[in-house]
Every structure is written in C-alpha cells, then in structure tokens.
C-alpha cells in the first residue's frame, strides 16, 4: 500500500505501509520490498492504470483499490489504498500458474505458512474486549516482530498461565498468527488494534 502524505516525514514501512519508488514487475508488485525517501513519480496515470490492472487480473480473488494523484514535497506521488479482502486470503496469480498467498510481515511480505493460511481461512473472531494481559502481549510482539511462545510470558511481563490465556484469545480473534515454526506474530489485525489504543480508542 502507498500511504497518503499527512505528516511532514514520511511514515516508516511496516504491515500497512508499503512504499514504492517505480513498479516492480507485476507478480512482485502483487506480493508486496524501501527506505521512504519521497521521489515522486513521472507519469501518475500509467502507474495507476497498471495498479489498478494488477489489482484485478493477478489476485484472487481481486481486491478493491482506491487511487489517488497528489503533490507534495514539490513532487507528483500516488497514493494507493488497498480496501480489507472479502474472502481471505488473497492469493497472487504467478507466471507460472501457482498461487501463492503472502502475509506482511512487520515491513516484509513472504509467503503464508500453512497454520497462517488456515488461520486467515477461519478469519478473525469477533474483536474481544481485550485485558491488560492480552495488550502486553500484543505489545510484546510488536516490539519483537516474532516469539517463541514460550518467551512470551517473559517479554510481556506476565506469568505463564496468564500469558498462555491471552495467547488463545488473541490467536482465536485473528490478532495473534502463528507460523509453521512455531513462532507468533501479530497480524495486521492486531497491529491495527494496538495502533489504535495507542492513538486514545480501545
């Protein structure tokens, strides 16, 4: 996703912010690679045109993407927007004919794991009323990208069993994934639900 330019520093990339200096080849482009610096681009419209190309020819199932032209920095930049899918996962339609889905990853994308794909499949639970456990926990994993269950308790502070309640409820309401490593993470959803508490709304 290309984010809108609202601060006077660009944003850092991360599960919700890509930034793009050119369009990589469409398949890559469809997956999702990067420093932020703001150079614009020559000709808004092709790059929109293949944008919104990509959007409905290379994924499946295709995804609603809002455009937009704008100026900043003295530059022409565009801002893309990629609308929550409908029916996750959304798989990328490779050249030669597999589909493999991607998950973001902090500020990477890579390919889902098998205990993702089924996660994203079932989709996220109703968003729980969340406890002071469960945001440590969240909090914990955004400082730390991945852990290991068993280092979780530790890194939010909290005691085994009460580390391993709030696991159950972030993992069943979608916030909480877990590769086929063993390794968690936080999803999207929940790096949307810790940005928001941070900005004052529960």
Do not use: N
Not at 69 to 91: D, F, K, S, T
Not at 131 to 155: F, M, N, Q, T, Y
């Amino acid at each position: 996703m290309l984010p809108m330019f609202q601060q006077a520093r660009p944003a850092r990339e991360g599960p919700e912010i890509e930034w793009k200096e050119r369009l990589p080849a469409p398949a890559r482009l469809a997956r999702i690679c990067d420093s932020g610096e703001v150079v614009g681009v020559a000709d808004a419209e092709a790059v929109r045109a293949e944008l919104v190309r990509i959007a409905d020819e290379l994924l499946d199932p295709p995804v609603d993407l809002a455009t937009r032209r704008r100026r900043a920095y003295g530059l022409v930049l565009l801002e893309a927007r990629v609308a929550r899918a409908r029916r996750p996962p959304v798989h990328v339609l490779l050249p030669c004919g597999r589909r493999v889905a991607y998950v973001r990853d902090g500020s990477m994308s890579r390919p889902a794991g098998r205990r993702e794909l089924q996660a994203l499949k079932r989709g996220p639970a109703r968003a729980p009323s969340l406890d002071e456990g469960a945001w440590r926990v969240l909090a914990a994993l955004a400082r730390a990208r991945a852990l290991a269950a068993a280092s979780i308790a530790r890194a939010a502070r909290l005691g085994a069993r009460a580390a391993r309640r709030s696991l159950v409820r972030l993992k069943q309401a979608g916030l909480v994934l877990e590769r086929d490593d063993g390794a968690l993470w936080l999803s999207p959803a929940g790096h949307e639900r810790l940005a928001r508490r941070k900005g004052g709304k529960r």
